[in-house]
């Protein structure tokens, strides 16, 4: 069964550092996701992208946090400057055009020391 | 806006012992019910879906939800439970898009959580 894959599965990085999470969506759908999970907290949406562009963001998703489709498999989270607080595991997921279910990836934890 | 309230943070109970882990939402227009369970060091793993038909919605392990739109509830039931079924709950909703015949943008809103402990 096709599946959302992510790497890497957890990072350890300095506070400032850049950090880069990937993630290969399902091969035939054209909706990705990025959510994040901070430990004991609820699951929250951080940006939707679809056609080559970012389609919905919440206020989590400040100008630190970009995505990235640069080939035609891979999705990228990246975090230009790592704050503690960025600590969290975070999933990836994505959707058939027109289905309604979500997928998600096994996520990343990220741990800013 | 859309919110889900998960009603209980943890539920303990023996195993063979029926559960029932109770999701209120509210929104202003037609919703996309869902549940997903994450098992202990795991990623998120859809359990069951509401989207349109029938009330009573079937997932795998034996799991079952029933959408109460009056109530804006849906509660997921398992009528006998077993260790393997320790893990948390997520409720959690999305909002149709009425520009795309109500697909759902995939934005997805999500409870607490309830943690399912089942006890031999």
């Known amino acids: 069964e096709p599946e959302v894959t992510q790497t890497p599965s957890h990072q350890v990085t300095q506070m400032g550092q850049e950090v880069i999470l990937r993630c290969v969506p399902i091969?035939?759908?054209?909706?990705f996701y990025w959510y994040r999970q901070i430990l004991g907290q609820k699951v929250e949406f951080l940006v939707s992208f679809y056609n080559n562009e970012i389609s919905e963001k919440s206020e989590i998703f400040d100008d630190q946090f970009s995505v990235e489709r640069p080939d035609g498999s891979n999705f990228t989270l990246k975090i230009r400057s790592t704050k503690l607080e960025d600590s969290a595991m975070y999933f990836c997921?994505?959707?058939?055009?027109?289905?309604?279910?979500?997928?998600f990836g096994e996520g990343s934890w990220l741990t800013v020391v | 806006a859309q919110s889900v309230t998960q009603l209980d943070s943890q539920v303990p109970v023996f195993e063979e012992a029926p559960v029932e882990l109770r999701c209120n939402y509210s929104?202003?227009?037609?919703?996309?019910l869902f549940w997903y369970v994450q098992y202990p060091n795991q990623g998120l793993q859809l359990l069951l879906k509401y989207l349109s038909g029938s009330t009573l919605v079937k997932g795998i392990n034996g799991f079952e939800a029933e959408f109460n739109k009056s109530q804006t509830s849906f509660h997921l039931r398992k009528p006998s439970v077993h260790i393997s079924d320790t893990a948390e709950y997520f409720c959690a909703v999305s909002e149709g898009d009425p520009n795309a015949g109500g697909t759902s943008y995939g934005k997805l809103t999500f409870g607490q959580g309830t943690i399912l402990t089942v006890h031999p």
């Open positions: 929104s202003s227009v037609s919703v996309y």
């Open positions: 997921a994505s959707k058939r055009a027109a289905g309604n279910t979500i997928y």
């Open positions: 091969s035939n759908h054209l909706y």
